[in-house]
């Protein structure tokens, strides 16, 4: 009898010891993901989305960069964490025959140029000094919040360029050029000053890859249009406007871009793969050796979308607040601090002070009258002494 109740004693304490084991345990990894939740690599997003091309027939470059701007946009990053920088004015050209308008598909379908479009650098602004500014941050003090990338080192940034280029450099307006030397020591100029925490970088020009070549900075991924000697192609002309719409790498990107929502799990790799060579003619590139982490698990959100930590519960949770427990604080308040009635509202203004003190003395000044009347007894008293022969010597 004794040694079976020791028995089952003994099997009690196993049992609850194992009990209390599963529980710190399941706790620790509570706290574990809890802790791996609120600990990010980054806290917000910023996209620079630069357009490098003037005149009519580069019409496309415009609308490449305005329908990257729409999908940074619907998936949540706002225009005050996007830089937006755009050589010409397409929707305002005398030769556009929607008049306000860019439309980046082929029978006018989609209008990319809307009333919520932000420019911040447009027409001459749109220079290889100030690009190279807004990415390491050296702009005038006077530069408002709007031009600035007022980014951190928890910020992943997406900076997208179109326009025309060649083995090694990208145009600016016809009339100047920046080279993937200067792009490069840029990218390290942010690193350096903690400018951002991971970088993608995407080009749709000629000779695309040439780019990216020279690039060193750690946590930068990068993808171009075409390889060295390979053309990137334009795509979709449009009788109605004269020129082509968009350009095919951009074009396929953004159909890509257009199945994405903010809650969805693609990664990099799935957008590697959206335009093989048998759409783009050309032969996209991507370089991921100076990126850290894999590109499978790297969202498609971690750099056109917008922070989001939130976590999906089956729990109920009611937002109605305890009466009971407010007016138990509330009681426990009055007793601990002694505190008195709550004063009426009237009660609280100084009413009395107001009607009881006294009118304020003021500072004694003569009468207009007084003034004049000592000015005539003056002159009397001149009069009656000197007479009329001396009023020269007055006047």
Avoid at 61 to 90: F, Q
Avoid at 224 to 244: C, F, K
């Amino acid at each position: 009898m004794v040694a079976s109740c020791f028995l089952s004693q003994g099997v009690t304490a196993l049992a609850g010891l194992l009990l209390l084991s599963f529980g710190s345990l399941a706790t620790s990894q509570i706290e574990d993901q809890a802790e791996q939740f609120f600990r990010s690599g980054h806290t917000n997003n910023w996209a620079v989305l630069v357009c490098t091309s003037r005149f009519w027939f580069n019409y496309r470059h415009v609308a490449n960069t305005l329908s990257v701007y729409r999908s940074v946009k619907r998936l949540g990053i706002p225009d005050s964490h996007i830089v937006l920088m755009l050589a010409d004015d397409m929707a305002c050209n005398p030769r556009n025959p929607k008049p306000a308008t860019v439309f980046s598909h082929k029978n006018m379908e989609l209008n990319v140029y809307g009333d919520d479009v932000e420019v911040d650098y447009r027409s001459y602004e749109v220079t290889v000094e100030n690009f190279l500014r807004v990415l390491t941050g050296r702009i005038p003090p006077s530069t408002p919040r709007s031009k600035r990338l007022l980014s951190d080192d928890r910020s992943n940034i997406l900076i997208y360029m179109t326009g025309h280029g060649g083995n090694g450099f990208l145009k600016f307006q016809d009339s100047e050029e920046i080279t993937n030397i200067e792009l490069a020591d840029a990218f390290e100029q942010m690193w350096q000053k903690r400018r951002y925490n991971e970088l993608l970088f995407i080009i749709d020009t000629c000779q695309g890859a040439s780019m990216y070549e020279r690039f060193y900075s750690p946590n930068i991924m990068a993808l171009a249009s075409s390889q060295v000697g390979e053309d990137s192609l334009s795509h979709q002309p449009d009788p109605a406007i004269g020129v082509h719409l968009m350009d095919r790498y951009t074009f396929y990107v953004l159909e890509f871009l257009e199945e994405i929502n903010p809650a969805s799990q693609t990664n990099m790799n799935d957008l590697f793969q959206v335009c093989p060579k048998s759409l783009c003619v050309s032969t996209p590139g991507h370089r991921t050796d100076l990126f850290q982490r894999d590109p499978k698990n790297v969202l498609i959100t971690d750099f056109f979308g917008s922070v989001r930590k939130v976590e999906i519960t089956t729990e109920t949770i009611s937002l109605q607040p305890d009466l009971g427990t407010i007016e138990s604080s509330y009681k426990e308040d009055r007793m601990d601090g002694g505190l008195m009635e709550p004063l009426k509202y009237a009660e609280q203004l100084p009413v009395a002070q107001i009607i009881h003190q006294k009118p304020k003395l003021k500072d004694w000044h003569p009468p207009g009258g007084f003034i004049l009347g000592l000015w005539a007894l003056i002159i009397m008293v001149f009069f009656k002494t000197y007479g009329i022969k001396h009023m020269k010597f007055i006047f």
